[in-house]
């Protein structure tokens, strides 16, 4: 009896590691979520507001994406690419939300984009998006 006890609970644990694996792995995929396309900007596009993202940008994101946001930032590792963040071409969506959630989550295993949640207090995100909005085309998706 005490046997088949065992084989049950190494059954168990062997289960429960390997759910555990599951997760973790699903946790750490980066790139925006699909339903970052509706979660919409709490914080309201002003003269603030895109100031504070201003100074968010040049601390986190510059180095890589540039001053301007051309994506020709000093300190980008070699080979990443930083994409222009000025035009209205978006590779991993163009939402606000969408861009929230790349910019939480980083934006995939081919990429040098890294992930700030936890790094990155949430509404300094989307200051930085309103900030980008503000160097982009007028027309783009929100």
């Known amino acids: 009896m005490r ?16 759910l555990i694996v599951a997760f973790t792995a699903h946790a750490q995929t980066r790139g925006a979520a699909p339903a970052g396309k509706t979660i919409k900007n709490p914080v309201a596009s002003t003269p603030v507001s895109i100031t504070a993202g201003a100074a968010g940008y040049k601390k986190y994101c510059a180095f ?4 301007t946001g051309k994506g020709d930032g000093p300190l980008a ?3 990443a690419d930083p994409p222009d963040l000025t035009d209205a071409a978006w590779d991993h969506g163009s939402t606000d939300g969408e861009i929230f959630a790349l910019m939480q989550n980083g934006a995939g295993t ?3 984009m890294v992930a ?4 990155m ?3 300094d995100m989307w200051h930085i998006i309103n900030f980008l909005r503000s160097l ?7």
Request: charged share 30%; hydrophobic share 35%.
């Open 64 to 67: 890589c994406h540039g001053v």
């Open 110 to 112: 081919d990429s040098k």
């Open 136 to 142: 982009g085309p007028k027309d783009a998706k929100r």
């Open 116 to 119: 700030f949640k936890g790094k």
């Open 77 to 79: 590792p070699k080979d």
């Open 3 to 18: 046997r088949v006890s065992r084989l049950f609970m190494s059954g168990v644990v062997l289960a429960v590691a390997m």
């Open 121 to 123: 207090p949430d509404q």
